[in-house]
């Protein structure tokens, strides 16, 4: 999105629609429920247990850890990742008020 149109959105539209887009692809849902199982994995141990390149997964770990949602550590020449608590909890509380308007606002539709 440009940022002329960006602006026109509040952050907290921006931000679900970030966080979103970060979890529109069932290769990086698959990476986050192995860390969610593991705790913490090392980029190689995410390529053992899915069916995509290293590249790949790298480049989705990359998207994933743009928006805040993993964290990675340097462990001699490997970098563990687990799920950053912190930005998930934030992004879990976008999703649910605006699901939360929704079961609310139970109106009739056309």
């Known amino acids: 999105m440009g940022?002329?149109?960006?602006?026109?959105?509040r952050k907290a539209e921006l931000d679900i629609a970030k966080y979103a887009k970060a979890l529109a692809h069932p290769a990086r849902i698959a990476i986050i429920q192995l860390l969610l199982k593991k705790q913490s994995c090392?980029?190689?141990?995410i390529v053992d247990e899915l069916p995509i390149s290293q590249s790949t997964v790298s480049q989705?770990?990359?998207?994933?850890?743009?928006?805040g949602l993993i964290k990675g550590?340097?462990?001699?020449?490997?970098?563990?990742?687990?799920?950053?608590e912190k930005e998930w909890s934030k992004a879990r509380l976008l999703f649910v008020q605006m699901f939360d308007k929704v079961a609310v606002n139970k109106t009739k539709c056309c």
Do not use: F, N, P, W
């Open 3 to 9: 940022i002329t149109k960006s602006i026109d959105y």
């Open 42 to 45: 090392i980029c190689g141990d």
């Open 60 to 67: 989705h770990l990359k998207e994933l850890k743009e928006v």
């Open 73 to 84: 550590e340097i462990e001699g020449a490997s970098v563990c990742y687990c799920l950053d």
